[in-house]
């Protein structure tokens, strides 16, 4: 089946440091891909998203780039920010047995952002 | 901007009560989901209904039902709620395009069952 696998977290990172959550995936087909946020207390919301290989997803400051050949789609930031603490989820979605399509998540990595 | 709302942040209830869970969105999104949240296992799939009435079952249906009267509204309902339901539930919702697809999340709602 579908699935998505992510970085455990915590992750803790000093203001100004760079950023990567790592993402793999396992889709028959060919899959879109995203990143959802979480804020506390706040429900998700797309971060960014890539829909074939090769493209670059981008917003806020980071990035991710859909690499069909080892189905990875990390997400990077060059200089994160205390505003960047959060949950974030790497997803894929395929068209469903209903013609819809269908949210794969991972398990999510918590970011902590330490002035 | 789309809204999507849940009709608590928190909710409390006895072992066997039948518990119901409101999402209400604004943008007339034909596609809705109900998911839950749990620690170590990210979003799963509970239910999603892509028309007012239709209804079919996500990846963890068992336990649950739903209800999709009109095109705005997706509910939730434990029909005897257990301990194991004790969960961050969250309601999504999401036009009829294709590729690619985009969902939009409510606040959700904490339910602890005692």
């Known amino acids: 089946g579908n699935s998505v696998t992510q970085m455990e977290g915590p992750v803790t990172l000093s203001e100004e440091a760079f950023l990567t959550i790592n993402c793999t995936y396992t889709?028959?087909?060919?899959?879109?891909l995203f990143w959802y946020v979480q804020y506390p207390g706040e429900g998700l919301q797309l971060l960014l998203k890539?829909?074939?290989?090769?493209d670059k997803g981008s917003n806020k400051g980071f990035e991710a780039t859909y690499r069909k050949e080892t189905t990875s789609f990390h997400l990077e930031k060059g200089s994160v920010q205390v505003s960047d603490s959060a949950v974030y989820f790497c997803a894929l979605s395929l068209i469903s047995n209903f013609g819809n399509e269908k949210l794969t998540f991972g398990t999510g990595t918590r970011l902590t952002i330490i002035p | 901007d789309v809204k999507v709302t849940q009709s608590s942040r928190y909710l409390v209830k006895r072992t066997g009560e039948k518990v119901f869970l409101e999402c209400v969105q604004d943008?007339?999104?034909?596609?809705m989901f109900w998911y839950r949240q749990d620690p170590g296992l990210g979003l799963r799939l509970i239910y999603f209904?892509?028309?007012?009435?239709?209804?079919e079952k996500g990846d963890i249906p068992e336990g649950y039902s739903v209800s999709r009267e009109k095109k705005e509204r997706f509910s939730l309902i434990l029909e005897s709620a257990s301990t194991n339901q004790t969960s961050m539930y969250l309601c999504a919702s999401g036009p009829d395009i294709v590729l690619p697809y985009e969902q939009y999340f409510g606040p959700g709602t904490r339910l602890t069952v005692t």
């Open positions: 890539a829909t074939k290989a090769d």
């Open positions: 209904s892509y028309d007012v009435k239709m209804k």
């Open positions: 943008m007339d999104h034909e596609n």
């Open positions: 889709a028959t087909g060919y899959p879109s």
